[in-house]
Structure formats: structure tokens, C-alpha cells
């Protein structure tokens, strides 16, 4: 049985908002056995813009959940990102 960890990714996109940027995130990646990655999108950048990036472990535990005064957190958000 293989202990290879999966990896994992984030879609996130920025937010400009009262002169600073946040980090929506917008969905996961998931790579295939040839590299390339599906990414699976729960909304769409109203700018257009995306970037990936791989899940780290703060995103994976309880403290990595970003509340709405997060520097991550747009304003206004939603509380805490299930993720």
C-alpha cells in the first residue's frame, strides 16, 4: 500500500477592495497521473483572474479557517471558509 500524500490545490482569485487585496477562493485542483490538473470551480473571478496554489497544512486544520477579519478574508465575507 502506497504512503504517497495527495496533493491538493486551491483556485483563488484577488479581490481589490478599499485600496487593499484579498484572496477569494474560488474552488480545487486535483492533478491526474499525467500532471496536468482538473479544477473544478465553485464561482467565477468577475476579473478574470485565477491562481493556484498547492493546500498546505494550516488550510487543512481548524486554525487554518480564515474568519471574516482575515487579510484573506474579503470584507463582509461570509465567516469562516470551509476549507
Do not use: C, H
Not at 5 to 15: A, I, N
Request: proline share 7%; net charge neutral; glycine share 14%.
Amino acid at each position: 500500500m502506497s504512503t504517497e500524500v495527495k496533493r491538493m490545490f486551491k483556485v483563488l482569485s484577488p479581490v481589490e477592495r478599499n485600496g487593499k487585496t484579498y484572496w477569494q477562493r474560488l474552488g480545487t485542483g486535483f492533478p491526474n497521473r499525467d500532471e496536468s490538473i482538473n479544477l473544478y470551480l465553485d464561482a467565477l473571478p468577475t476579473n478574470g483572474k485565477l491562481q493556484l496554489r498547492e493546500v498546505d497544512e494550516d488550510d487543512l486544520t481548524a486554525g487554518g479557517k480564515r474568519g471574516a477579519g482575515s487579510r484573506d478574508a474579503p470584507p463582509g465575507g461570509g465567516g469562516e471558509l470551509p476549507f
